[in-house]
C-alpha cells in the first residue's frame, strides 16, 4: 500500500526533554529513592511501561494534590503538563525531592496568567475538563481562572470584572477553540485573547490536514488519553474531511478501514514513540507487497 508519512509527527520538545529528564533521574544514584511520576509523563502507556522498566512508579488518577499524599519519601517528578503551586507547595511540606518536568510552552501559560490576574484579570481559561493541564494552569489563581469548553460555558459565565482575558491549553487546535473565542468576543468585546495552542501541536495538525488531500484514509498513532492525538483525528475529519482513526498500534488497525484504499496518511500524537509509528507505517507498505504479490 502506498503510504504518506505525514511530517511533522510524533514526538515534540516537550515531551523528549520530559523522557530525558526522568531518565537521567533514574540512572543518578544521588537522587533519592523511591522515584515516582505524578501521572503519566506524558499519555501513553508505552513511555510508561518503558519508565518503569528504570524503576520509575507511574502514579495515576485524576488529581495531583490526592497522587502526591501516596508518596512519603523519595521523589517526585512533575509532568510535562505541569501542576498547580498547591501541588508545589505539599511536595516541599512533605520534603520530597523535585524534579519539574513541565514543558517551557506550558509554563509560559502559567507565567501569562500570574502576570494577568495580578494586574486585576478574570481569565477565560479554554481547555479540557479532567485534564492535567488545565488543572495545573487554573491552580495558579482559582478564583480568577474560568474553564470554559463550550460555547455554552461562557453563556454561564458571570465575571466580577471588565478586565478580562482569554487564554488556552497548549495541545487544542484553532479550530476548536475558534467557536468559544468568538462567543467570548460576542459577550466581552473587550477581552484580550492570548492563544497558547504550543507551535508542536498546531504544526502536526496543519501538516495531517495538508497531506490527509493526497490521501484516502488517514491513522493516527496515539494513545486514547492523549489529548493532542484525539485533536489530530478530528483536525483530519472536520477539515481534511477523510476518515481517519486513532490507534495505539498495528494491533488496532480493521482490515475493513482498508478496504478500496490505494494511500493511507500516517501520523502519530506528540506523545507517541516513534517505533510504535514506524512499526505501523511498515506494517501497511508490507501489506501492499502482500496485495500485489503474484497469485494472490
Ligand atoms: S505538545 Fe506542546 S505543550 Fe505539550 S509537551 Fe509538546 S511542545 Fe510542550
Not at 192 to 220: G, H, K
Not at 252 to 278: C, F, H, K, N, Q
Request: proline residues 5%; neutral net charge; contains cysteine.
Amino acid at each position: 500500500m502506498d503510504v504518506i508519512k505525514v511530517t511533522p509527527r510524533g514526538y515534540c520538545y516537550g515531551v523528549v526533554d520530559a523522557i530525558q529528564l526522568a531518565k537521567r533521574a533514574a540512572a543518578d544514584p544521588s537522587v533519592p529513592r523511591p522515584i515516582y511520576i505524578l501521572g503519566q509523563i506524558v499519555h501513553n502507556q508505552h513511555v510508561v511501561d518503558d519508565l518503569a522498566r528504570h524503576g520509575i512508579i507511574s502514579l495515576d488518577g485524576p488529581n495531583r494534590l490526592a497522587l502526591l499524599e501516596q508518596v512519603e519519601r523519595g521523589t517526585v517528578i512533575f509532568t510535562a503538563h505541569g501542576v498547580s503551586p498547591a501541588v508545589k507547595a505539599r511536595a516541599a511540606e512533605k520534603g520530597l525531592h523535585c524534579i519539574d518536568a513541565t514543558c517551557p510552552d506550558v509554563e509560559r501559560t502559567h507565567a501569562l496568567i500570574r502576570r494577568l490576574v495580578s494586574q486585576g484579570y478574570q481569565i477565560i481559561y479554554i481547555g479540557k475538563r479532567g485534564h492535567p493541564e488545565p488543572d495545573g494552569a487554573i491552580g495558579e489563581a482559582p478564583d480568577a481562572v474560568h474553564l470554559v469548553e463550550t460555547a455554552a460555558d461562557v453563556a454561564a459565565l458571570d465575571l466580577p470584572s471588565e478586565k478580562i482575558a482569554v487564554t488556552t491549553q497548549t495541545t487544542l487546535s484553532k479550530w476548536d477553540t475558534e467557536e468559544v473565542i468568538a462567543a467570548v468576543r460576542a459577550r466581552y468585546p473587550q477581552a484580550e485573547v492570548y492563544n497558547e495552542i504550543c507551535l508542536a501541536t498546531q504544526q502536526r495538525q496543519e501538516a495531517a490536514v495538508f497531506f490527509s488531500q493526497q490521501a484516502d484514509l488517514v491513522l493516527v498513532v496515539g494513545d486514547r488519553r492523549s489529548n493532542n492525538t484525539n485533536r489530530l483525528v478530528e483536525v483530519v475529519q472536520k477539515l481534511g474531511r477523510r476518515p481517519a482513526y486513532r490507534i495505539d498500534s498495528v494491533a488496532d488497525i480493521d482490515p475493513r478501514w482498508l478496504r478500496g484504499v490505494r494511500r493511507v496518511a500516517v501520523t502519530a500524537g506528540s506523545s507517541t514513540p516513534s517505533e510504535l509509528t514506524r512499526a505501523v507505517i511498515r506494517y501497511l507498505e508490507q501489506l501492499d507487497l502482500e496485495v500485489s504479490a503474484p497469485g494472490t
